[in-house]
């Protein structure tokens, strides 16, 4: 694979795991057990290709709507890889963030996240970005915000770096497991020239070789920003 052709920038919608779970007759907790092992397999597979940056969506806002008992697996699941496990977030050398509302979670999981984010801070294999109670309205009205406390006019590079991701590279491109072709407010301002990529592989299932995949199909593609050939 050309690696002066691959994204800088990936995002991935990591969607599929309740029904992945459902398939096998097992709970939706299991499925989400299994879609977090895989994180470290697409995200160790993405930075050794030369990806500089990997941001997933692990929790939406409005998924805080779903059942109780289904949030408290999720935040088991939390304090587990981002606290005791975080050693396997270590091993990538890689600056971790989390992007989101944090105040919503439970305080010992918010300890996690900004400890995991001080001993990756150095870390400059690649950015690992984590979204968890994030969605992209909520990012845009809150950036607003800040510009009117402000009193200051914006510009788009001003505007830019009041958004979560203000230090991320552009971001290239989005990849959707589990079938559905929506965007699930996610990243909705950063994704105004990304390339889009759907696939019905649920999240557990999607290898590397999915990865490669979608990323052979992004280099094919024809990226004109609007302008002509």
Request: glycine letters at 6%; hydrophobic letters at 40%; charged letters at 30%.
């Amino acid at each position: 694979m050309q690696q002066r052709m691959l994204p800088k920038h990936i995002a991935i919608i990591m969607d599929g795991n309740g029904r992945w779970a459902k398939k096998r007759l097992q709970p939706r907790s299991f499925g989400h057990k299994k879609g977090v092992k895989n994180i470290f397999t697409i995200c160790k597979y993405a930075f050794n290709l030369g990806i500089e940056a990997v941001t997933l969506y692990a929790l939406s806002c409005e998924n805080f709507s779903r059942p109780k008992e289904e949030l408290d697996g999720l935040f088991d699941l939390f304090r587990q890889y981002f606290g005791k496990d975080k050693d396997k977030f270590l091993e990538m050398q890689v600056k971790i963030q989390f992007l989101g509302e944090r105040d919503i979670l439970p305080e010992d999981i918010r300890k996690c996240l900004t400890e995991l984010e001080h001993l990756t801070a150095a870390y400059t294999c690649g950015i690992l970005s984590i979204c968890i109670n994030y969605g992209a309205k909520q990012e845009l009205i809150r950036a607003v915000n800040i510009a009117v406390e402000r009193r200051e006019r914006q510009t788009l590079q001003s505007f830019h770096n009041l958004l979560y991701t203000k230090n991320l590279p552009e971001l290239d491109f989005v990849i959707r497991t589990g079938g559905d072709m929506r965007l699930s407010n996610f990243l909705l301002y950063q994704l105004a020239y990304a390339e889009l990529y759907f696939t019905k592989k649920l999240w557990p299932d999607f290898s590397p070789k999915e990865l490669d995949k979608a990323l052979e199909d992004f280099i094919k593609r024809e990226r004109r920003f609007g302008k002509t050939e």
